[in-house]
């Protein structure tokens, strides 16, 4: 019915002098709209104001706001004032606005040169010296003034005051909610920012390279690279065996460089397959092939301004290792389907635990590449190469699980220790965190013992299984078990066990013929 009443005025009615009904809800209408679709109140308001001085018949109108810190008030837009008019301020009490954003209540004055509380009197007569009426009304938010509506008339006898001050009061209610808006969307993007900082601070603070842990001296050697090339560019590639923590690493590294506040995004290239890999990085264009609907972004330009960190780089297949070539040399790629080249300002961290060389040589990998990636070099030892670390490692990881699965679980015993310290660890750090997890788990006291640790940590004491083997049988067995283990450390090859174990090539295939081991099952 409010609509359909607007579109029913006429352009007469409309462009009235304003001391129509029809014209006040017109009025209303418009500043309505106006407020409801403008997201600035600054600019709302300047446009209110041209809405009363067109169909009101406003000569002069001025929005002041109340500054809450300096009790100051300002005026934020107007129309029809003279420069030094514009930049004119108020005390609360002082003068007619002042007044009214003091108390709250609307103020008219019915004949300007009359009323002796205008600070300039003369100011309020136009250029024919015509007698004014002036209206104030106030912005209210939350039952308090914030700021006051001011317009100032032609002088008529016959002028509808209480009609007129409640068309005004509306329209300064209109610009309260406008200026409650704004201040809720600021409160928000305040929030927001502050629960952004405060998760940046909580991710370089957990990702600090202070809190890895180890005092070894293969750790001390990797903190110092670490501190050498966090503060620059340099594209840095981590190697290391698979659960060593080198996505850690590259975490450390990225939260203390000037990069930090930009994103970290990390890709395992082992995970995703060779058709999949060069969309996953550069992304592709709408239409590059059946099902791609729409523009996707690839890893690099997510990481645009951070660092994008690439583990397991030595599976990506040759077609994306050239364009991956072209990034680090020209800054630029183009995405799957797409001809526009897309600059890029990311630093690259990348991880492996393959024999790069070896790859090179197999022509696996591209030299020119490796030469690209290798500029800084941070190895990451494995765990047995850092046992004195191992009693640290074990012990965070107890605290980390017992807290998380609310369990009082307070130390490790003595004979566990044992058990941990003559384990040869080819899983490394992760391999051991998920044993202290599954002690955790199994664990029925507040100490964990050595029954609690898996079947492959335990000894023939600890689990009641001492041998009856005749002394022949038991070398041969225990043998066996070495080899055995040599060979899933290095995944099946015997070159390499043979020289983890001191001995030849021939006399490990001597004793895997011998014991009929499978060494292939290792591989996988």
């Known amino acids: 019915m409010f609509l359909k009443v607007a579109t029913n005025l006429s352009q007469r009615e409309l462009q009235g002098d304003g001391s129509g009904a029809r014209s006040q809800l017109a009025i209303l209408i418009d500043a309505g709209q106006v407020l409801s679709s403008e997201l600035s109140p600054r600019v709302a308001f300047q446009q209110v104001l041209e809405i009363l001085r067109q169909r009101h018949g406003v000569i002069r109108g001025t929005v002041t706001l109340l500054d809450a810190k300096s009790s100051e008030i300002r005026i934020e837009v107007s129309c029809g004032l003279t420069d030094a008019g514009r930049i004119a301020r108020y005390r609360l009490g002082e003068g007619i606005t002042g007044r009214v954003v003091e108390t709250g209540r609307p103020i008219v004055v019915p004949k300007v040169s009359r009323e002796p509380m205008f600070l300039n009197r003369a100011g309020k007569r136009d250029l024919h010296k015509q007698e004014l009426t002036y209206m104030c009304v106030p912005l209210v938010l939350k039952g308090r003034p914030v700021g006051a509506l001011g317009v100032d008339l032609r002088f008529k006898p016959d002028r509808d005051y209480d009609s007129e001050l409640k068309c005004l009061g509306l329209v300064a209610a209109m610009m309260a909610q406008s200026i409650k808006a704004e201040h809720l969307v600021d409160e928000e993007r305040r929030r927001l920012m502050d629960e952004n900082s405060h998760l940046l601070e909580e991710l370089k603070e957990r990702y600090d390279f202070s809190n890895i842990i180890g005092t070894s001296g293969p750790m001390r050697q990797v903190y110092e690279q670490i501190a050498q090339v966090a503060h620059t560019n340099t594209t840095v590639l981590i190697r290391g065996e698979s659960g060593t923590g080198k996505e850690l690493i590259a975490h450390a590294i990225h939260y203390n460089s000037p990069r930090a506040q930009k994103p970290l995004i ?229 070159a390499k066990a043979a020289r983890l174990l001191g001995t030849t090539e021939r006399i490990i295939n001597y004793k895997v013929r011998k014991y009929a081991i499978d060494s292939n099952r290792f591989r996988n």
């Open 266 to 494: 990390k890709v395992n290239c082992a995970a995703l397959p060779d058709s999949l890999i060069e969309s996953e990085l550069f992304g592709y264009e709408k239409g590059a092939f059946t099902g791609a609907n729409s523009l996707k972004k690839g890893r690099f330009e997510l990481a645009e301004g951070g660092t994008l960190f690439l583990d397991e780089i030595g599976d990506i297949n040759l077609a994306t290792q050239i364009k991956l070539l072209r990034v680090l040399q020209e800054k630029e790629f183009e995405r799957l389907g797409g001809t526009s080249t897309v600059r890029t300002n990311v630093r690259l961290i990348t991880g492996t635990n393959k024999d790069l060389e070896k790859a090179m040589t197999e022509n696996k990998f591209r030299e020119d590449l490796y030469y690209r990636l290798n500029v800084f070099t941070i190895f990451v030892p494995p765990l047995r190469d850092r046992k004195s670390d191992l009693l640290l490692l074990a012990d965070h990881f107890l605290q980390k699980y017992a807290r998380e699965h609310k369990k009082d679980i307070r130390r490790i015993s003595t004979p566990a220790i044992d058990m941990l310290t003559a384990y040869h660890w080819p899983g490394n750090v992760r391999e051991l965190e998920n044993v202290v997890e599954r002690a955790v788990l199994v664990c029925d006291s507040n100490v964990v013992h050595g029954h609690h640790l898996p079947p492959t940590l335990q000894t023939a004491q600890a689990s009641g299984t001492i041998t009856t083997l005749s002394l022949s049988e038991a070398v041969s067995a225990y043998e066996k078990d070495i080899v055995l283990d040599a060979l899933k450390t290095t995944r099946g090859n015997r």
